[in-house]
């Protein structure tokens, strides 16, 4: 079993900055693929970054070139960091972990996180 906790939510103005963190507990890791997903009110979870065990990663193109995914396994913790933060990305995000390596697709995915909320103000 594993539990993951998101944090580092919290309210911003467009073209901040946030990273988020999702901390492992029961379990390393290492032989997981690690996904972000959003999902904003009125709308359909959709999938933003993940990295699988070997580090390869995968965007989604509306967040390709401003997101960052990395992972550090000695603290089972995998990282989002975002910039030039839109209103358009105000959503909850949850972390995923998907013993088969990561994908983009949520069904894949074994364990969730809670969420963490993020708002972006115009």
């Known amino acids: 079993q594993v539990q993951l906790v998101e944090s580092g939510g919290g309210l911003v103005q467009a073209g901040g900055s946030l990273r988020l963190s999702c901390a492992a507990s029961?379990?390393?890791?290492?032989?997981?693929?690690m996904g972000w997903f959003r999902q904003a009110p009125g709308k359909e979870r959709e999938f933003v970054a993940v990295?699988?065990?070997?580090?390869?990663?995968n965007y989604a193109a509306s967040v390709k070139g401003r997101f960052t995914i990395s992972r550090d396994n000695a603290k089972t913790t995998v990282y989002l960091q975002m910039n030039s933060l839109k209103p358009e990305d105000t959503a909850v995000y949850y972390c995923?972990?998907?013993?088969?390596?990561?994908?983009?697709?949520?069904?894949?995915?074994?364990?969730w996180g809670q969420g963490t909320q993020v708002t972006v103000s115009s």
């Open positions: 995923a972990a998907d013993l088969q390596g990561g994908s983009s697709y949520g069904y894949e995915y074994d364990y």
């Open positions: 029961g379990r390393t890791l290492s032989n997981y693929g």
């Open positions: 990295v699988s065990w070997s580090g390869g990663t």
